[in-house]
């Protein structure tokens, strides 16, 4: 088997120490919501818990999308991560086609169409904590990733078996960018990597990449986002992976539409990128997704769910973490990491 097939990729998402299963944001750990419970836990969203050196072990509520999270005193919290690209990537699968599906035209992505969408969960208990997308090679430090998997190859999450079965690894480190802020939601991204290689397949493969200006980003640029969130602000869950076409906007008009929500006194962080239409967005559960635009014939992910206002609601973008402003911090981490790695 060629190297190639099974390189040790590494998995980016969205950072959230606030909502890594959802657009809404803005959580304050010290807020009356979080309140303690007779365990000595704290109700607090997943990555708020786990970059704090603290252990999650369930949801706190059936309708609440935090976890019961227990900090031992001491707890140091969590910093830093990153990785690179190949030539081969961002190809959609044509699964559906091989076996005979037509294209769904119901907003729902076929079968193996977007091969680098992953699922991140908690052990033991397989809570779902966001999305995520395959990358590539090498990479890693921390010590918080032996409460996390990774799950790909997932379609349709309310069953077990599938016509291409998925593929679950556990994670050995877990980085968040040294610099993420939690309150503008700044360099709102992390790295993981796994304990052993995952292998291409026709449902499992990885996304391109982009450097600066490799990818147009131009406001009305149509792209893709993926996610098993709620397929409207008020609406259930897909438990098949979805698929909404959204186009970018331009930064200004995206921060002047922000204000309206925000304040005036609101800056859309430079790491940051709007995109999406009334009726077309991310939504809750889609956090840590990709957003995905084609130039000549490949997949490149130009944003990892972020935030939002609600879900497709009029003039309110979604906001993603801006991939192609990490070029350098992810090259300079993986350069870094061979060179200790001998």
């Not at 959230?16 to 803005?26: A, D, E, F, L, S």
């Not at 559906?96 to 119901?106: E, I, L, N, P, T």
């Not at 000549?296 to 906001?319: A, D, K, Y």
Request: glycine letters at 10%; aromatic letters at 8%; charged letters at 20%.
């Amino acid at each position: 088997m060629a190297r190639d097939n099974w390189m040790r990729w590494l998995l980016l998402l969205v950072a959230y120490v606030t909502i890594c299963n959802g657009q809404q944001n803005h959580v304050d750990l010290h807020d009356d919501d979080h309140n303690h419970n007779p365990m000595g836990c704290d109700c607090m969203e997943y990555w708020a818990c786990i970059t704090s050196g603290g252990s999650a072990y369930s949801y706190c509520g059936n309708m609440d999308q935090s976890v019961c999270c227990y900090v031992p005193r001491g707890a140091r919290p969590i910093g830093l991560l990153p990785v690179l690209n190949k030539s081969k990537c961002g190809r959609k699968g044509n699964v559906a086609a091989a076996v005979g599906d037509r294209k769904r035209s119901d907003g729902l992505a076929d079968l193996g169409e977007w091969p680098w969408h992953a699922a991140v969960l908690e052990k033991p208990q397989d809570l779902y904590v966001c999305g995520a997308s395959l990358l590539d090679e090498s990479l890693a430090s921390g010590n918080i990733s032996s409460v996390l998997k990774v799950r790909l190859g997932e379609y349709d999450v309310s069953v077990t078996t599938e016509q291409l079965a998925y593929e679950e690894l556990d994670v050995s480190h877990v980085m968040v960018h040294p610099q993420f802020n939690n309150l503008s939601l700044a360099n709102d991204i992390a790295l993981l990597r796994f304990v052993q290689p995952a292998r291409r397949r026709p449902h499992i493969d990885v996304v391109c990449m982009p450097h600066p200006g490799q990818v147009s980003e131009t406001e009305g640029t149509r792209c893709v986002v993926t996610g098993w969130g709620r397929k409207l602000e008020d609406g259930t869950h897909s438990v098949i992976l979805k698929e909404i076409e959204v186009p970018l906007w331009d930064d200004a008009k995206c921060q002047a539409a922000l204000k309206t929500q925000f304040g005036p006194n609101f800056v859309l962080p430079s790491t940051s990128i709007c995109a999406g239409a009334e009726g077309r967005d991310a939504c809750d559960g889609d956090g840590g997704g990709p957003l995905v635009c084609e130039k000549e014939g490949q997949w490149f992910q130009v944003g990892v769910v972020s935030f939002g206002i609600g879900c497709g609601r009029t003039n309110l973008p979604g906001v993603y973490t801006r991939l192609s402003a990490f070029d350098g911090w992810i090259h300079e981490t993986i350069r870094s990491f061979k060179t200790l790695s001998g």
